[in-house]
């Protein structure tokens, strides 16, 4: 073991002597890669409890999924949430509006990130518009009662305790 520890210390040693740009390729090459998302969970804020959160149906449509998407290359977590909520649904909040979720990041098996929202809008006043391409349909489900998820959607529900794939504390 403290061979191990040694010849650690020397690969290091030779890493940080590497030009910057050098060192970024090879840490790349060896690191695992992820891709990162944004999800928002939109809760209806007239909702009596448990209360009711937004879905959307997409092709080939077996299944309900929250607003989300990739995040584009520097942007903001936040900032991708905010678009793609307003891009599959039409409901337009300024990222500011939105709170981390805690957790405020989902690692994925399969090899992403999820970044997580939420946010609270009033259902009876919110327009939802969805473009028949990418999103089929967009309801306001009760958390008691929540249509067949997607499988990335009732796993990601329950690390917050929504669904069927939640644990009685909260995490899956």
Do not use: C
Not at 45 to 66: C, D, K, N, V, Y
Not at 75 to 94: C, H, K, M, N, T
Not at 114 to 124: G, H, K
């Amino acid at each position: 073991m403290n061979l191990r520890r040694r010849l650690r210390g020397y690969a290091y040693q030779v890493l940080y002597r590497l030009p910057g740009r050098a060192r970024r390729r090879l840490v790349r090459l060896v690191s695992p890669k992820y891709l990162v998302g944004a999800v928002t969970l939109l809760h209806d804020s007239e909702a009596p409890a448990p209360g009711r959160l937004l879905l959307l149906r997409q092709p080939p449509g077996r299944g309900w999924g929250l607003p989300a998407g990739l995040l584009k290359r520097h942007e903001p977590p936040p900032v991708g949430a905010a678009r793609e909520l307003f891009e599959e649904s039409g409901v337009a909040l300024d990222p500011t509006a939105l709170t981390p979720a805690v957790p405020n990041a989902v690692v994925h098996t399969r090899g992403w990130v999820d970044t997580v929202f939420t946010a609270a809008v009033p259902a009876s006043r919110t327009e939802l518009v969805v473009d028949g391409g990418e999103v089929l349909e967009a309801r306001w489900f009760p958390l008691d009662d929540l249509p067949r998820l997607t499988v990335n959607t009732e796993l990601l529900l329950g690390v917050y305790g929504i669904g069927p794939a939640a644990t009685e504390d909260g995490a899956s």
